[in-house]
């Protein structure tokens, strides 16, 4: 029973060493990573741009359904429309290379933002009829555009190949801290207004994001430190997924 009792402790103490030196090893990655964001300011803008449009685009899934069932939706119609957004925007996730190669990213960025922040803002004045629908559809192209845009952009800031897993990880935490933050405010703002508030914050973040803005041109002048040329991924990377935002 001794030596049972001895080789549980010895377990648990094993157990909990590698559960602290992994931990460690996370704060760790972490830190760099910020600290390769704040070194590199375009890579920061790029991070905040990423979590103003993903929250615009994750707050829809709580705030359509809600809105089609004050304008007369049933159950059906709304999942109806769902579907056929989801259709929307996997068609243009599909497409987005087409799109990249004719519009320049500064114009993709702004316009995708811009385009967000006032659908939103139009869907609170209107109430029914082929409008509303065009605005969803809006919405949709938005959503499918968002991840294979702004994806290819982060990696190719990011000159060191192995803080690229944790770098990603930051922006990922910097979108859902930015979701958190809305999420009470929208249920403080009210059901009925929450659309407005949604281009509200859309017209806030291009503000914001035009104030700090940092060009393209400005995150490819470290060169020397492995940055791929522009409009180009950095060698050995794969493909970037073409999914819709997921939580």
Do not use: N
Not at 38 to 46: E, G, Q, S, V
Not at 123 to 149: D, I, K
Not at 199 to 204: I, K, M, Y
């Amino acid at each position: 029973h001794l030596s049972i009792r001895r080789q549980r402790q010895m377990c648990i103490r094993d157990s909990a060493s590698a559960a602290t030196a992994a931990l460690q090893g996370w704060w760790h990655d972490v830190v760099a990573a910020l600290s390769l964001v704040r070194r590199r300011p375009r890579l920061a803008w790029l991070v905040a741009y990423s979590a103003v449009v993903f929250t615009l685009l994750r707050a829809t899934i709580y705030v359509y359904q809600p809105y089609l069932e004050q304008r007369g939706f049933g159950l059906i119609q709304i999942g109806l429309l769902f579907a056929a957004m989801y259709v929307v925007a996997a068609v243009i996730a599909y497409r987005t290379h087409a799109l990249r190669a004719r519009y320049s990213e500064d114009q993709l960025l702004w316009g995708l933002l811009g385009v967000l922040a006032a659908s939103f803002l139009l869907l609170g004045q209107v109430h029914s009829g082929p409008l509303l629908a065009a605005l969803l559809a809006v919405q949709a192209v938005a959503s499918g555009l968002f991840s294979p845009l702004t994806k290819p952009l982060l990696h190719r800031e990011i000159a060191d190949s192995q803080r690229r897993a944790a770098v990603l990880s930051v922006e990922s935490m910097a979108r859902r801290a930015s979701l958190g933050l809305f999420a009470p405010l929208a249920g403080l703002y009210g059901q009925s207004h929450v659309m407005v508030l949604c281009g509200v914050v859309g017209l806030a973040g291009i503000v914001v994001l035009a104030l700090v803005r940092v060009p393209a041109h400005a995150g490819l002048e470290a060169a020397g430190q492995g940055v791929a040329p522009h409009g180009r991924m950095p060698a050995g990377l794969p493909a970037v997924s073409s999914e819709l935002p997921k939580g």
